[in-house]
């Protein structure tokens, strides 16, 4: 059963394991698709970071993702022919090029990613927290790698 609102506190996110140095930089928070080995469905409404090897919490919700990461996240060049993704810097500097354009982004910025445009996040001596919402999204399946 899906619980009626999911509360995530920046405080939880910052405190998040996976976004602390040496961990993976990463966290999903509502996802397309639960991937139960990893995941599992929020019962409290309000989100808080697993214990280390543990199952995080996550909202489902058909066609939409929501994520943070920082610096520490593995990035890529990609694009998608369905989602549209929309960065919004939490905290710090963030520089993402879209199309070969780079754009820096400050606390409180966002960045409109519209399908079929190539972009990257490149971390490069920057420290930044970023919450990325992916609408019309189909998960993993429509994210395209350019090299």
């Given at each position: ?16 394991p ?10 999903k ?25 543990k ?24 694009y ?14 963030m520089?993402?090029?879209v ?30 927290i ?9 998960g ?8």
């Amino acid at each position: 059963m899906t619980t009626p609102s999911l509360f995530i506190p920046i405080h939880s996110i910052k405190s998040d394991p996976a976004l602390q140095p040496g961990d993976r930089g990463e966290r999903k928070l509502l996802v397309t698709e639960l991937y139960t080995t990893t995941e599992k469905q929020a019962e409290d409404i309000v989100w808080h970071p697993p214990a280390t090897h543990k199952k995080c919490s996550v909202q489902v919700m058909g066609d939409t993702e929501i994520a943070v990461f920082n610096q520490h996240a593995s990035q890529d060049r990609h694009y998608h022919k369905q989602g549209t993704e929309i960065y919004e810097v939490i905290e710090g500097i963030m520089k993402i090029f879209v199309e070969g354009d780079e754009y820096v982004l400050d606390p409180g910025d966002m960045m409109v990613v519209n399908p079929g445009a190539v972009h990257e996040v490149k971390p490069e001596n920057t420290l930044f927290i970023c919450r990325v919402v992916t609408v019309n999204c189909k998960g993993a399946q429509d994210k395209y790698i350019v090299i």
